[in-house]
T-cell receptor, first 110, second 114 residues
Framework: GENVEQHPSTLSVQEGDSAVIKCTYS??????FPWYKQELGKRPQLIID???NVGEKKDQRIAVTLNKTAKHFSLHITETQPEDSAVYFC?????????WGAGTKLIIKP | KAGVTQTPRYLIKTRGQQVTLSCSPI?????VSWYQQTPGQGLQFLFE???????NKGNFPGRFSGRQFSNSRSEMNVSTLELGDSALYLC?????????????FGPGTRLTVL
């Protein structure tokens, strides 16, 4: 079946530095790529998404880039803050469902 | 608007038993999806319901089933429980059909199978 690979599984960055999480997908027909953030003990929440007709999308300190040819997309967080500590999930649509990456635990060091 | 709610929040069952989980979506949302979340595995899609019809199903055995009522509330049933079914089960509702809309998750039901 189709899959989404997400790297790294754990990312530790100094507060104020940037963080990048990468995902690759297998279904060349995928057109929708959301990112969800799940804080400890809380439910996942959508933070940003991108569709295949767009190469990059920004929302304040977060941005997502998409390379359809290479079938990968990335989440970029700049000027990281303690509240960015969470598990981040990427996903891609395939056959009318979302296929999820395994998650990246982002740790912000003070 | 009230968020997505799930009941019960915690369940402990033994192998071979069955369990029913409930999900109430955000008012007005007609799509409800169910996911299994286990450490290191991310979210695995179980199924999606829209207007009482199952529109899509993930790669889970037939022991996992669900339904949706006319008020959009949804239930998930797992029969003949196995140890490997221990997980957090999340439901999510969305405003519209399909996966291209933001999914609003419930707090989850943590199922432990002994």
């Amino acid at each position: 079946g189709e899959n989404v690979e997400q790297h790294p599984s754990t990312l530790s960055v100094q507060e104020g530095d940037s963080a990048v999480i990468k995902c690759t997908y297998s279904d060349s027909a995928s057109n929708y790529f959301p990112w969800y953030k799940q804080e400890l003990g809380k439910r996942p929440q959508l933070i940003i998404d991108i569709r295949s007709n767009v190469g990059e999308k920004k929302d304040q300190r977060i941005a997502v880039t998409l390379n359809k040819t290479a079938k990968h997309f990335s989440l970029h967080i700049t000027e990281t803050q303690p509240e960015d500590s969470a598990v981040y999930f990427c996903a891609a649509d395939s056959n009318y469902q979302l296929i999820w990456g395994a998650g990246t635990k982002l740790i912000i060091k003070p | 608007k009230a968020g997505v709610t799930q009941t019960p929040r915690y369940l402990i069952k033994t192998r071979g038993q069955q369990v029913t989980l409930s999900c109430s979506p955000i008012s007005g949302h007609r799509s409800v999806s169910w996911y299994q979340q286990t450490p290191g595995q991310g979210l695995q899609f179980l199924f999606e319901y829209f207007s009482e019809t199952q529109r899509n199903k993930g790669n889970f055995p037939g022991r996992f089933s669900g339904r949706q009522f006319s008020n959009s509330r949804s239930e998930m049933n797992v029969s003949t429980l196995e140890l490997g079914d221990s997980a957090l089960y999340l439901c999510a509702s969305s405003n519209g059909q399909g996966v291209y809309n933001e999914q609003f998750f419930g707090p989850g039901t943590r199922l432990t199978v002994l």
